[in-house]
C-alpha cells in the first residue's frame, strides 16, 4: 500500500504546474467513475448487492487528459469486499499510473441486540431483530437466524445494535455446580439412577464430572435433561476425601 501511495505522490509532484490547460487534462471524477465501475462488476461476479466508495482524490491532482478509455484492475493481493486500491492506467499517448483507494461493502442479514443486553441475560425473540447491513465481511459466528439466540445466555455485556455472534452466547445451565442432580447409568436392560452432586456447571450435551453421594466417587457423564447426567461405561475417579 505505502508503494502505491508513493506512485500518486509521484504523480502529483509531476503534473502539478506542468502547464497543461483544463481542457488537456484528465477528470478527476473520471477516474473515480471508472474506478466505482469497475469495482462494482468485479464484486457483482461473487455478491448480488454490494456498496463501492471510492476515495477522494487530492484536487491538486494533475494528469493527461488519456485518448484512450481507462484501464482499471486489481493490483496482486487485493481482496473483495473489504478495503482496497485499484490501479488505472492511461495507455494513451501521454501514459500515466494511479491508485485509487476504495472500499467495497456486501450486504449480510444479521442478527442485532434491540437493546443493551446485560451479561447472564436469558434471551428472548423481543431481544433482538434481524436487518441487513453493508459489511466488509461476515464476523466469525455471526447469527443470521434469530431463532438461534433463543433459550441462549449473554456471555458479556452487549450493546444496543451489536451484532450477534455465537461465541458472545453460550447455552442457557441446566446444571450448576454444587447442584444435586440423579445420575442415570444403563447397563443392558438395567437402569439405575442415584443421586449426585455437580462439581462444575453445564449446559445440555456438556461432559461435567459428579461425585455418587452415596459412594463418594467422582464420574463423569453428559447431561441429558436439566438436572439429569448420563453416566457412561468408563471407570469412575478415585473417591474424593
Not at 500518486?8 to 477516474?31: K, N, T
Not at 488505472?88 to 501514459?95: I, K, S
Not at 459412594?215 to 468408563?234: F, L, M, T
Request: glycine fraction near 10%; charged fraction near 20%.
Amino acid at each position: 500500500m505505502q508503494r502505491y501511495s508513493l506512485i500518486a505522490l509521484l504523480a502529483v509532484f509531476c503534473s502539478l504546474g506542468s502547464g497543461h490547460g483544463q481542457a488537456d487534462e484528465q477528470p478527476l471524477e473520471s477516474i473515480r467513475t471508472a474506478v466505482a465501475n469497475f469495482l462494482q462488476q468485479e464484486s457483482a461476479q461473487n455478491a448480488q448487492d454490494v456498496k463501492v466508495e471510492v476515495g477522494r482524490l487530492d484536487p491538486r491532482l494533475r494528469l493527461a487528459a488519456c485518448n484512450n478509455p481507462l484501464a482499471v484492475y486489481l493490483p496482486p493481493g487485493a481482496r473483495l469486499p473489504g478495503n482496497t486500491s485499484a490501479g488505472v492506467r492511461c495507455e494513451g499517448e501521454t501514459p500515466w499510473t494511479l491508485f485509487v483507494p476504495a472500499s467495497v461493502r456486501q450486504k449480510f442479514v444479521v442478527v442485532s441486540a434491540v437493546q443493551t443486553l446485560p451479561r447472564g441475560k436469558l434471551l428472548t425473540l423481543t431481544d433482538v431483530r434481524v436487518e441487513s447491513r453493508y459489511l466488509m465481511n461476515l464476523p466469525t459466528g455471526a447469527l443470521t437466524d434469530p431463532a438461534m439466540v433463543v433459550g441462549r445466555v449473554v456471555v458479556r455485556h452487549t450493546a444496543a445494535g451489536s451484532l450477534l455472534t455465537a461465541g458472545a452466547l453460550r447455552e442457557e445451565r441446566a446444571v450448576r455446580r454444587g447442584q444435586s442432580v440423579t445420575l442415570s447409568l444403563a447397563a443392558g436392560t438395567l437402569a439405575i439412577r442415584v443421586a449426585g452432586t455437580a462439581l462444575k456447571d453445564g449446559a445440555l450435551g456438556d461432559r461435567i464430572t459428579v461425585r455418587n453421594t452415596t459412594s463418594n466417587r467422582v464420574v463423569e457423564g453428559v447431561i441429558i435433561e436439566a438436572g439429569v447426567v448420563e453416566v457412561g461405561s468408563g471407570r469412575p475417579a478415585a473417591p474424593i476425601n
